[in-house]
């Protein structure tokens, strides 16, 4: 491998330089024109607002793949209301292990044992950049757990450690998977994502996604806490049929809605899941080849079949650059994401704040190859930029 040391200004820039982790690019052609149908301006509680929602809702079954007997519902406050939601509505019940390995799976670990005071809690962790033992886990519990680290750019791999006849309920946060990856539903009794990862959608809105076993416990199970409204699925001990169904429990944005769903067709213009993960997985090898013809940077995730293909995090593995304290590390990673973004071949690139010195791009299937072809050469530049400084 060789470290590209030349500092020329790359001649071929990406047409589009949004490669935030969220919110994400749109999709390829997406204009404001597209949202035109919206019913603005109208109750979402009326019918051509109810019929918008359940749209949305009968369109992500069909493009993920949600067996029929999964409850789906549009929820407030984005991927953390709905696991939130989760949360304090199911777990208590029995033991629950809480697993993480980046900043979202420990946040989630914090409510659980800081906020809901879960004495029978076991928490289960690795560094970032690594994988916990998912096999290592007792699923009589309630298991807590991200499908793709966001922060981390380490996801699972597949469900295989995850068995059929699990006695206890497995909550999955799966934004940043959900439509790139294949979640295996029959593994999983809660999944969460919000609008603006894979698909590009607008935040504040989050889908939640429930198995018949996971609506069981509701009913069945009252929590020893009290629960706020936005909270509550059920109503004297029975589901709330409507938010799975389109009366969602406060006011969505309908023009939100109207922009996923514009989302949802574009995905099934491509073959619904099975392009998105094609064009997910393109974007990802593009970015694969150069690392490894690249000698300064390397995956945060250690090992191949757990890098994500939608979050991809890279540490600075330069000697000199290496040799830093973290704080003069984050310090050379804003020098080079500043240029990038000033240059405007590069915006939101900087690795979460909670996580090492590095960068995170987002190679999600709104992105196009091409722009990220585009951009490795400019990544390089930035570095040479940075270190010659």
Known sequence: MTTRTTEATPQVRPLNPRFSSGPCAKRPGWELSSLKNAALGRSHRAAPGKAKLKEAIDKTRTVLGVPDDYRIGI??????????????????????????????????VSDVVKQLKLEDSTVLSADYGHLPDMSAIDYDSDVVFTWNGTTSGVRMPNGDAIPVDRAGLTLCDATSAAFAQDLPFEKLDVVTFSWQKV???????????????AVER??????????????????????????????????????????YIDALDWASSLGGLSGLMDRANRNFAVLDAWVAGTSWVDFLAEVPETRSNTSVCLKLVDPDVAAMDSNAQSAFVKQMTSLLDDAGVAYDIGGYRDAPPGLRIWTGATIEASDLEALTAWLDWAFATAKSA
């Open 75 to 108: 929820v407030p406050a984005s991927d953390t209301g709905a696991f939130e939601m989760a949360m304090w509505s199911l777990l208590g019940a029995r033991p629950s292990t809480m697993v993480a390995w980046e900043s979202f799976g420990a946040g989630w």
């Open 199 to 213: 698909l590009g959608g607008e935040a504040a809105h989050g889908i939640l996604i429930l198995s018949p076993r």
């Open 218 to 259: 509701l009913e069945t199970y009252t929590p020893a806490w009290p629960l706020p409204k936005i909270f509550r699925l059920t109503k004297g001990g029975k589901l709330i049929e409507g938010i799975f169904t389109g009366a969602t429990i406060n006011t969505p944005s309908m023009l939100c809605v109207e922009d």
